[in-house]
């Protein structure tokens, strides 16, 4: 089975702080992404991408940056964490085309207060 | 661009009776659909999913879900549910013209099923 690893569960920041979320996955996969969750709104894409050091902003990548060194790896990046960014965050990987399904990990909640 | 409609935010249903989430989307170009499901404290996992050929799709745990193109749904659906099916169920979309399977989801239906 693929696994995603995201290594936090649960966060608690402060505003202004700079706040890393690594994901890992084990399956080779080109594609990785992160979204965010919230009640009533779904999940919504932030950020994606298709190889190492290639990266697309999602529908809401304001306020967040992404790193993808190894192609295993896809680090989120909250350069300046505020309140508004308080939420689950959930990691994917998929294999290259549409028809692939995407395999989430667990999810890191964050806190920022 | 393409989106994702979950009319349903809540769906209260007791145990052993059939049920329906419903699904609309909108989409310019040939798409694949997908439903995952969420339990209490865990990430998505796939129920199943539309790329192409027989319109009735079955999936895990007993559910199936059908695409009907004229009236752009994918609606789930179970004939009988259990409490353990207690959970959020998301609709999703992605065109099957892009190299990344960039999904849309909905905005989520939660399944509360009770005794």
């Known amino acids: 089975d693929v696994k995603v690893t995201q290594s936090s569960r649960y966060l608690v920041k402060r505003t202004g702080e700079k706040v890393f979320l690594e994901c890992v996955q084990d399956?080779?996969?080109?594609?990785m992404f992160w979204y965010r969750q919230d009640p009533g709104l779904g999940l919504r894409l932030i950020y994606f991408?298709?190889?190492?050091?290639?990266?697309e902003k999602g529908d809401i990548p304001e306020g967040y940056s992404v790193s993808r060194e190894k192609k295993e790896r896809f680090s989120l990046i909250l350069e300046s964490a505020s309140t508004n960014q308080t939420s689950m965050y959930l990691c994917?990987?998929?294999?290259?085309?549409?028809?692939?399904?995407?395999?989430f990990g667990a999810g890191s909640r964050l806190t920022v207060l | 661009a393409q989106s994702v409609t979950q009319l349903d935010s809540q769906v209260p249903v007791f145990e052993e009776a059939p049920v329906e989430l419903r699904c609309n989307y909108s989409?310019?170009?040939?798409?694949?659909l997908f439903w995952y499901v969420q339990y209490p404290n865990q990430g998505l996992q796939l129920l199943l999913k539309?790329?192409?050929?027989?319109?009735l799709v079955k999936g895990i745990n007993g559910f199936e879900a059908e695409f009907n193109k004229s009236q752009t749904s994918f609606h789930l659906r179970k004939p009988s549910v259990h409490i353990s099916d207690t959970a959020e169920y998301f609709c999703?979309?992605?065109?099957?013209?892009?190299?990344?399977?960039?999904?849309?989801f909905g905005t989520g239906t939660r399944l509360q099923v009770t005794l």
């Open positions: 994917a990987s998929g294999g290259r085309g549409g028809a692939n399904v995407l395999t």
């Open positions: 399956m080779d996969h080109e594609n």
């Open positions: 991408s298709y190889d190492v050091k290639m990266k």
């Open positions: 989409s310019s170009v040939s798409v694949y």
């Open positions: 539309y790329l192409s050929g027989s319109t």
């Open positions: 999703a979309v992605t065109s099957n013209t892009g190299t990344a399977s960039k999904l849309t």
